[in-house]
């Protein structure tokens, strides 16, 4: 998984407001700084959550992903964002949020559910280190809060503001910004709201900045599907899944926008299977949870859709050649 130089320069600018300097927070990440300067720049979620441990002890500021919803503007976003920004109605900022979400990260996209009077936008994320996915819980609810106060009205609150982890120390500022809405321990992340929202016109249209900003989204995202084999563009979405997910070649192919059978044959002119591309995702998933030490053996094979820790163990060793007690050690 990878996401956009966009995401550091927002942290960075962020922590900058808390009085950090961004070349502290480079250097305690390890993160040289040139690489700022290109704004196609990718990082994977490895560097990302290195950065995201650092801002948080540098600023000391526990509840940093909310502040950084607060404080972001979609000046400080790339072009997907603008597209959002300058649509008619929030159905369709929506859309085009999925269209051209792999700008932005290689996340899943969000999946939009409407029942009756209520409409729900759903954040999958994948998982990593619990303080980093907290985080970037917060700062995805505080934009999807955002979105709803552009195209419905600043005073318009959600109906409920789903995150998958339990209450922080900090929840009063959940309740500042959520009014009340926030919910905890949930199945997934993700923001409910009134259904009529998505189809309100945004006054003043703005027709002619929406094209242009769609047109050059889409040529960039001609320009990045263009980059890297198959196999590694496979392996990473299949590594940014949620954990539990059934992945299956036919889904992944519809990522690709190609046939199930074109994909099969790609991977064989690259000498690999789709089983083996998805052995190495899991594994990559496994450790980096592993990597976790507030998450225990039992927690990540629950996590990873396991039926009990035994089969996990046994699936770990298959793909790593080492058991997960055994990962831990060498950490």
């Known amino acids: ?12 600018d962020t922590v900058e407001g808390a009085g950090v300097l961004r070349e502290a927070l480079l250097e305690k990440a390890a993160i040289d700084p040139a690489r700022l300067d290109d704004i196609d720049a990718r990082f994977d979620l490895d560097e990302y959550d290195r950065l995201l441990l650092a801002a948080l002890e540098l600023s000391g500021d526990a509840a940093l992903g909310l502040h950084m919803g607060e ?23 929506i859309a085009s949020l999925v269209r051209f979400h792999r700008l932005a990260t290689d996340d899943p996209e969000p999946i939009l559910e409407e029942k009756r ?24 609810m505080v934009g999807y809060l955002r979105l709803v106060q552009q195209f419905a ?33 949930h199945a997934f ?16 249209r703005h027709g002619e900045a929406f094209a242009a900003m769609k047109s050059l989204a889409e040529r960039k995202l001609m320009r990045i599907a263009r980059q890297g084999g198959h196999a590694a563009r496979l392996r990473e979405y299949l590594a940014a899944q949620p954990p539990c997910a059934c992945a299956d070649l036919k889904t992944a192919a519809r990522w690709f926008g190609i046939s199930a059978r074109s994909l099969r044959r790609r991977l ?11 052995a190495d995702a899991r594994a990559s998933v496994a450790k980096r949870m592993l990597e976790d030490p507030e998450r225990s053996i039992g927690q990540t094979a629950h996590a990873l859709g396991f039926s009990d820790t035994t089969s996990f163990h046994r699936a770990f060793k298959r793909w790593t050649g080492m058991t997960p007690a055994a990962y831990r050690a060498t950490l």
């Open 71 to 93: 404080h972001t503007s979609v000046v400080n976003f790339d072009v997907f964002a603008h597209v959002a920004a300058n649509a008619a109605t929030m159905r369709e900022a």
């Open 153 to 185: 009205g600043r005073h318009r609150k959600l109906q409920s503001a789903f995150f998958e982890h339990d209450a922080p120390a900090y929840r009063a500022e959940y309740a500042r910004i959520f009014g009340g809405a926030e919910r905890f321990g």
């Open 268 to 278: 064989e002119e690259e000498q690999v299977s789709f089983m083996t591309v998805l």
């Open 189 to 204: 992340t993700g923001a409910a709201f009134d259904r009529a929202f998505l189809d309100w016109p945004q006054h003043p």
């Open 117 to 140: 009077q209520t409409a729900t936008l759903i954040c999958r994320l994948p998982a990593s280190i619990s303080r980093c996915d907290r985080l970037r819980a917060e700062f995805a």
């Open 1 to 12: 998984m990878s996401v956009s130089v966009v995401f550091v320069h927002v942290l960075a």
